[in-house]
């Protein structure tokens, strides 16, 4: 046998999978790649010092570690005999059989390297000190930009997908990659020291952490923001506790946690540590909440204020959530002048009976403001076609616009368009409708929000141009991969529709500046994509608009409106036109609901205020 040539000896080892192979190392059965060369192959007297017992497993570290750092001496052995075997304890020398393989409970998942049906032939002695590796420590830290080399140095690059970690099938470089570093560790007991949190826990408690290593991307609130080839690959999600108690669901943004010591596991589409004992917060960040908005209104053109806020399927009938929303728009935002919202629903919200006006809705948010004693808000909006939105079935979700009729007005001579309706960018630069939405039979709103474009004037008729603002929802990232998912580049949902949607609405927005290249226009709303990815760098290119982070100088780490996974990040943006930066007075993001725990958080989404002197 061993005088055969390569592809043959292949060949026949395939076929010998049911004979075992004895004395495998821990660090041999892992490799120095993602799936194990002896996948699928029984194997004997593997001998390991039990880290940990879970209650599905064990796990082994190798009493001959390997000095590569490519190769983890840790072993899951997955078997509930065995973990519920009272004479098996943490500190033993065991040697085992069973039979190695790569195990996954999704196609889109990377696999974890396992030994199943485990038999135990021995053990060697009782009472071995075990020592969890300090990530941090030395040079055992995780890279802190990029997931894997096949993402060719941009994890968020399009188009997604070129290649299959499980395929591909890559050497482990740990220095590098932030997928290889943690894999390198598969299975091996780990301590994370000053941990704190950089995202909500999941419903499960599940929590993304950082702790004593090198990050970047860190914004005020220290967590990690994405950016332009930085994913943050250095967060790891904490998973269910091994001893069978809960984390907390009620971890915020920040958190500082207690030392966290467990193993390192793959499971439901991420790496992750699976800890001894439930996380436990030591402290939490103060304030709780940010200031208010330092951005109010002249209520002249020499201080326009503007809003945008995603507040999350709204609907009258949701009367605490009307008030919170209302509270965050009063207290927060101090009622700017124009105050663009997204996901507004029907009157019944989403009862699916063919309805599909929102005056109820919007009466009932713009009584409650008033009531709250902010601004008496006029709004202005166009129902959709039924189901055609997309978002919760039998919502109808749609854009809006509320205005402070003292400070701003629809400009006069166009009606409101409807449904079906296109507007038109008329000579002066006038819209045909006012509002009116973009181009909504454009197949490019399959599914999905149309934009609504209107043209304002001041009330008191001081300022000489219009300010045109067209209020956008593009379409969601569902459907997207894990970071940590097989697929490289991960799978970004949903881009090629807001591709097609950017392209459409800059289309329409170069127009008006094609009339007047000085003109006030703003792009504002959930655009639901990075301002670095494809869609929103193109979508600025062809519409001559710019970020209005970068114009009023956010900082890039400060520029977040959601938290996802390891990131926070920004979905809602504004973009506004040359003549618009340069009058710019500044801008916020309102961390109102980034900021605190999961149940507190009246919408998904942080609001924004900018203010402008239009003169
Ligand atoms: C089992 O492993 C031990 C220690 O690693 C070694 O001394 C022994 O020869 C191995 N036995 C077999 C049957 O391979
Ligand atoms: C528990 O482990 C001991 C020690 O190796 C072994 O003798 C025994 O058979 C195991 N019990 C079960 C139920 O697997
Ligand atoms: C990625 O592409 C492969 C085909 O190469 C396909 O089987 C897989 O489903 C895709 N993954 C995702 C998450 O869409
Ligand atoms: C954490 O575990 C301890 C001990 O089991 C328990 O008392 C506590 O309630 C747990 N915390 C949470 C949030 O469940
Ligand atoms: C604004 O709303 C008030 C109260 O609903 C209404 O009386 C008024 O006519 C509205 N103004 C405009 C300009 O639509």
């Known amino acids: 046998m061993k005088t055969i040539a390569t592809p043959l000896r292949w060949f026949a080892t395939t076929l010998l999978v049911a004979a075992t192979v004895s004395a495998q190392s821990i660090a041999q059965i892992n490799g120095d790649k993602f799936l194990s060369p002896f996948n699928g192959q029984t194997v004997s007297n593997v001998t390991g010092i039990v880290t940990a017992k879970g209650p599905d497993g064990i796990w082994l570290r190798s009493v001959k570690p390997s000095c590569d750092k490519r190769v983890s001496n840790g072993l899951y052995v997955y078997g509930s005999a065995l973990a519920s075997n009272a004479s098996v304890s943490i500190g033993d020398v065991v040697v085992l059989g069973g039979k190695v393989s790569e195990y996954r409970s999704s196609k889109d998942y990377i696999y974890m390297t396992e030994l199943g049906s485990p038999k135990i032939t021995a053990i060697l002695e009782h009472g071995r000190d075990v020592e969890p590796l300090v990530i941090g420590k030395g040079t055992l830290s995780p890279p802190t930009s990029q997931y894997s080399g096949l993402d060719n140095g941009d994890v968020f690059a399009v188009p997604n997908n070129q290649s299959l970690l499980s395929v591909a099938n890559p050497q482990l470089e740990p220095e590098l990659y932030g997928l290889d570093f943690w894999e390198s560790l598969m299975g091996e007991l780990v301590t994370i020291e000053n941990p704190r949190a ?59 946690l207690e030392t966290i010591t467990g193993v390192v596991f793959q499971a439901f589409g991420f790496y992750r540590i699976l800890p001894l004992t439930n996380l436990t917060v030591a402290e939490s960040l103060a304030p709780p ?109 749609r854009v809006a616009y509320l205005y402070r009729p003292e400070v701003l007005r629809l400009r006069a001579g166009a009606s409101p368009g409807d449904a079906t309706t296109a507007n038109e960018v008329l000579p002066g630069p006038e819209l045909k409708l006012n509002p009116g939405y973009v181009d909504p039979a454009n197949a490019a709103w399959t599914n999905s929000r149309k934009p609504l474009a209107a043209a304002w004037e001041l009330a008191d008729g001081s300022g000489e141009r219009p300010l045109f603002t067209v209020n956008v929802h593009w379409g969601s990232k569902g459907g997207s991969s894990s970071l940590h998912g097989d697929a490289r580049p991960p799978v970004n949902g949903g881009v ?9 609405t800059a289309s329409f927005v170069a127009s008006i500046l094609a009339e007047d290249a000085s003109a006030y226009v703003v792009t504002i709303g959930d655009f639901n994509e990075f301002a670095f990815a494809r869609p929103i760098a193109d979508f600025a290119a062809l519409s001559g608009l710019q970020d209005l982070d970068a114009a009023a100088g956010i900082p890039a780490a400060e520029r977040y409106t959601y938290l996802y996974d390891m990131n926070s990040q920004e979905l809602d943006h504004v973009f506004v036109s040359p003549a618009l930066a340069a009058a710019t007075e500044g801008f916020e993001h309102l961390h109102v609901n980034t900021w605190v725990p999961y149940d507190d958080a009246t919408s998904d989404h942080d609001p924004s205020v900018a203010k402008f002197d239009i003169c």
Request: charged share 20%; with cysteine.
């Open 289 to 397: 909440l940010p200031p208010p908005t330092s951005l109010t209104s002249a209520g002249t053109c020499a201080g326009v204020t503007v809003g945008g806020y995603n507040v999350e399927n709204f609907y009258a009938g949701d009367t605490a959530h009307v008030q919170a929303v209302a509270s965050h728009i009063v207290e927060y935002m101090r009622s700017p002048d124009l105050l663009a919202v997204q996901e507004i629903q029907d009157d019944n919200g989403e009862t699916d009976d063919g309805s599909v006006g929102s005056e109820a809705t919007l009466t009932a948010l713009a009584d409650a403001i008033r009531a709250l004693g902010g601004a008496s808000y006029n709004y202005t909006y166009i129902s959709p076609v039924n189901d055609e939105s997309g978002g919760a079935p039998g919502g109808n979700i």
């Open 496 to 504: 090629e529709d807001r591709q097609a949607q950017a392209e459409v």
């Open 198 to 256: 950089i995202g909500r826990p999941n419903q499960y408690g599940d929590t993304w952490v950082v702790g004593d290593w090198t990050t970047t991307g860190d914004n005020g609130r220290t967590g990690l923001t994405v950016s332009a080839g930085d994913g943050n690959p250095e967060g790891i999600i904490i998973g269910s506790p091994l001893d069978g108690s809960d984390n907390p669901t009620d971890t915020k943004l920040g958190d500082r």
